[in-house]
């Protein structure tokens, strides 16, 4: 069988603001255009945000809920990523990256798990148990900086980074609605599996291809 590769694809890119029909169709194209076969963990983006903060707003919002708030945002993304490819994809979300995972289509969908945890910690734990050892991570940035760009003049792009490195960037502690390249608790297994991620903007298609081609490419390489 093909060459299985592992897309945690943001929510950013789905639900920017409404859903994002435009990027969807040239994912859809891009997706049939390779020869792999794809594990697609959709994230919960706007979706999830909106959601959180109109329960904050209201009052308090504890981070139990929160985390069920993006895990069902996640999931709705999921179902509809999983309706686009219909015809060529596993009829079942996978929700649990526990779960045995075996497939014989070109596509399978995953969602959020449960709270503690993001949708990069489930790509992780799928790409150790389909012995995957390359991830990318698509969203709207087309590289990791040392420290968030739109506020630190100083800030400088990361081409390539070790683990220890770049965890030394996002911390130790997940936290319900984090915005970070890639979360604290899926970087802390990823590099106990010496797990290459990369982080590329996902709108970017000719970009995303040249990575898997092995060719020279925009973004940033977090290995071992």
Not at 4 to 16: A, E, F, M, W
Not at 36 to 46: D, H, K, S
Not at 170 to 188: Q, R
């Amino acid at each position: 069988m093909n060459e299985i590769i592992i897309i945690s694809l943001g929510g950013s890119l789905i639900v920017p603001e409404g859903i994002d029909t435009v990027f969807l169709d040239a994912f859809k194209r891009f997706i049939f255009s390779r020869p792999e076969r794809f594990v697609i963990i959709t994230g919960g983006g706007r979706t999830a945000r909106t959601y959180q903060a109109a329960i904050k707003a209201m009052g308090d919002l504890n981070s139990e809920d929160a985390d069920w708030i993006g895990i069902h945002a996640t999931r709705l993304n999921a179902h509809l990523i999983r309706t686009i490819f219909r015809n060529y994809a596993n009829p079942k979300l996978v929700c649990d990256p526990r779960t045995k995972v075996s497939f014989k289509e070109k596509i399978l969908v995953a969602a959020g798990w449960e709270p503690g945890f993001s949708t990069d910690y489930d790509a992780v734990l799928l790409a150790k148990q389909l012995k995957v050892k390359k991830l990318i991570n698509l969203s709207n940035i087309d590289y990791v900086y040392s420290k968030d760009p739109n506020k630190y003049a100083d800030a400088k792009r990361i081409e390539e980074i070790n683990w220890k490195d770049f965890r030394k960037i996002v911390g130790d502690k997940w936290d319900p609605g984090l915005n970070t390249p890639f979360d604290p608790v899926a970087s802390k297994e990823a590099e106990k599996l010496k797990l290459e991620v990369a982080i590329m903007n996902g709108r970017d298609f000719a970009n995303v291809t040249a990575y898997l081609d092995g060719k020279k490419f925009k973004g940033t390489i977090i290995h071992q």
